[in-house]
């Protein structure tokens, strides 16, 4: 055997287990990442799906104790208005809150939708009424809140009768939301 063959015989054997080591690292680094990866994914969509767990119970509970209140159920437009303001003013996840009469045709908000302002045509205000109870709606660009996504919930309303005399609604912002969650992403994806 030439010199020259055993030279690259002796620089393989030399090389063959660093080029073992190296793919074997790779391929565990790797087999680590795509774990980490499906991990925090896992995670996060538990998060998520806790945070909108949470953020239905506490639209139900607002909506439930504004139903409650005389001046819905008298449709006083003054009061309610300056309610509603306040609420969301206190809180930021609130895109918007709205009543409406029977008809959907909303009476008082902290947005006013576009004339002729009717809420009706939308499944939450529909099912809310059917159902008599809390009701979702779904992914929707507001009409109300130059063109953001919310995602609504609907609470029917009693008058001093007992008889259904409108809706309440509330809109939850999306955009926030999402902003938080990609940034957590971020933050913890390691390259």
Same mark, same amino acid.
């Given at each position: 055997?030439?010199?020259?063959?055993?030279?690259?015989?002796?620089?393989?054997?030399?090389?063959?287990?660093?080029?073992?080591? @190296?793919?074997?690292?790779?391929?565990?680094?790797?087999?680590?990442?795509?774990?980490?990866?499906?991990?925090?994914?896992?995670? @996060?969509?538990? &998060?998520?799906?806790?945070?909108?767990?949470?953020?239905?119970?506490?639209?139900?509970?607002?909506?439930? !104790?504004?139903?409650?209140?005389?001046?819905?159920?008298?449709?006083?437009?003054? &009061?309610?208005?300056?309610?509603?303001?306040?609420?969301?003013?206190?809180?930021?996840?609130?895109?918007?809150?709205?009543?409406?009469?029977?008809?959907?045709?909303?009476?008082?908000?902290?947005?006013?939708?576009?004339?002729?302002?009717?809420?009706?045509?939308?499944?939450?205000?529909?099912?809310?009424? !059917?159902?008599?109870?809390?009701?979702?709606?779904?992914?929707?660009?507001?009409?109300?809140?130059?063109?953001?996504?919310?995602?609504?919930?609907?609470?029917?309303?009693?008058?001093?009768?007992?008889?259904?005399?409108?809706?309440?609604?509330?809109?939850?912002?999306?955009?926030?939301?999402?902003?938080?969650?990609?940034?957590?992403?971020?933050?913890?994806?390691?390259?």
């Amino acid at each position: 055997v030439s010199i020259r063959a055993q030279l690259v015989l002796i620089t393989l054997i030399i090389a063959l287990p660093a080029i073992v080591i @190296i793919i074997y690292l790779g391929v565990h680094q790797r087999k680590n990442a795509v774990d980490d990866a499906y991990q925090l994914t896992r995670l @996060i969509a538990e &998060r998520i799906a806790s945070e909108q767990k949470n953020m239905a119970a506490a639209a139900e509970q607002l909506l439930v !104790t504004l139903a409650q209140m005389p001046e819905i159920r008298q449709q006083n437009r003054g &009061r309610v208005q300056h309610l509603l303001r306040t609420l969301n003013e206190l809180n930021h996840q609130y895109a918007n809150i709205l009543v409406t009469d029977l008809s959907g045709k909303t009476w008082a908000a902290v947005f006013m939708p576009p004339p002729p302002s009717m809420l009706d045509d939308r499944r939450y205000f529909k099912n809310a009424i !059917t159902s008599g109870h809390l009701s979702s709606g779904e992914y929707v660009v507001s009409k109300s809140m130059a063109n953001k996504p919310v995602f609504h919930f609907a609470y029917p309303y009693r008058d001093t009768a007992g008889k259904i005399a409108g809706v309440i609604v509330v809109a939850f912002r999306l955009d926030t939301r999402s902003e938080e969650h990609t940034s957590e992403l971020q933050s913890r994806i390691t390259i």
